[in-house]
């Protein structure tokens, strides 16, 4: 069975979390509860396993936004403020 886990507690338990993996242990990763990936050993001949993506939003349908800033001028502020 796999178990499901929480993003954060990935974050903060990965390297026991990977121990498992390489153990056989499969994981679903939740965020906000849902599932969004899923985390299990590599098959055996070494390929990866790719499952197609059950929502398509491709990037057009983002609207652009704009500003009267440049972008480098934004990254220089929040540098200064650390």
Avoid: K, W
């Amino acid at each position: 069975m796999t178990e499901q886990l929480a993003h954060r507690e990935l974050r903060n338990r990965s390297a026991e979390i990977l121990r498992d993996v390489a153990a056989g242990a499969s994981y679903e990763i939740t965020n906000h509860g849902e599932v969004v990936a899923l985390l299990t050993p590599p098959a055996p001949d070494g390929r990866l396993r790719v499952r197609r993506a059950t929502v398509r939003r491709p990037f057009a349908e983002i609207r652009r936004a704009r500003c009267a800033e440049s972008t480098q001028s934004a990254l220089d502020d929040l540098r200064a403020e650390r």
